[in-house]
């Protein structure tokens, strides 16, 4: 056998039919058991053996996906997981992936159908923040990447020869809240600039950045000899979902002329809901912003992105000039610039089809809506947890975490609860430091969440903070 097709079709596709039936027959039924268990050593045991010399039949290959790997899956897709910030995934979604697959596209560059979707993403992606519409962005992993992108482009728009000079002895520095995400401290260690290069700056009551901090720390810098280049926002914090000023920020990056980076991971969504989008005024100013749309966008693992205001700018951060990459004029290689011009990575597979048929599928409205509906339910579990003497919320409830503690629990008993509730099953949040304590934290992502789901993770809360009390 010289290829790697099946003689005999039949069989296949008989699985593929199967296969389909079976991923469907269970997303209709999500919800109707536990949202994650244990994976036992047993079936850990299965996964250490060495490479295969001899393959396997496909039947074979789907019938140890069912017993080994889809019980233990992660949960995000049931409506009772409420961990970390991810979403849940959809139907369209499923099928978007699929037939991604079957066109197995390069999507770094050169002329074809991809291309434009992806271009025609970018430019949705702009015009649900209030972007112009010539911005540039590419689609990649998540916020990891697309805030390093967005940190390198706005470090060789202030430097313009950093490419080629390095960083060298130029102490290049940049500004985010204490409660910014990891990847950002990350990303100016990567970018070799050090960690240390990102300004921690204190953050008020309702944890958005204290203007009044970064103000000092901007004039300290200078006088110091360092060269501040960047000032980052967060449209809803890992910890908490708060807000920056936007506005204020943007106002103050113009002052100073820094570059003005919105990280907006998640929140960035919520520019699609009407009641909420007034709350991230001044995203629209921004020069450059993360987003993930397998988060709130509830497309399917992976699907991040990046948009920059200024394309020139952009490229000439990350585009290369290689012989054997040579844009032509018309032909395969055509269709320039390509999406390899806007970031890091040549080979790139298809997200965008994902994003394009999710978004097209559902529509902007609606997915305002779904938006609309995790707050709700956000502000339903606050007001339970506010109903309940025993509970207490520990930060304000801006968009849709939800973080609180129990009033009889210390933080090792509230992290012993936490892991006691993902194994029963019943739901899944996790864990953050509010002012030092250990909280509950919920975060309502899932469009499939429900008041139901929320009074089954609050009655299950009683149950076992009771059970640890007698303990």
Known sequence: MAGLDPDDWSELRALGHRMIDDIFARAEHMGEGPVWRPMPQN???KFAGDLPGEGQGASELYERFRQSILPYSNGNPHPGFMGWVQGAGTPIGILAELLAASLNDNCGGRDHAAIEVERQVIRWTAEMVGFPADASGCLVTGSSLANFISVITASRARVPGLRQEGV?????VGYAAVTAHGCLPRAFDLAGFGS???RLVEVDENYRIKLDHLRALVAQDKQNDFVPFIVIGTAGTVDCGAVDELDKLADFAQQEKLWFHVDGAFGALACLSPTRRPLLNGIERADSLAVDFHKWGQVPYDAGCVVVRD?????QAFAQSLHYLTREDRGLAGNAPWFCDFGPDLSRGFRALKVWMTLSHYGSE???EMVENCCSMAQYLAERVGQDDELMLLAPVALNIVCFGHSALD???TGELVKDLQESGIAAPSTTRINGRLAIRAAIVNHRTTRETIDRMLDAISALAEKRRVD
């Open 196 to 198: 240390d290069a990102l």
């Open 311 to 315: 394309a020139q700018l952009h490229a």
């Open 411 to 413: 933080d090792f008993q």
């Open 366 to 368: 609606r997915m305002g």
């Open 168 to 172: 060298g002895q130029r102490k290049m």
């Open 43 to 45: 079936e850990r045991a």
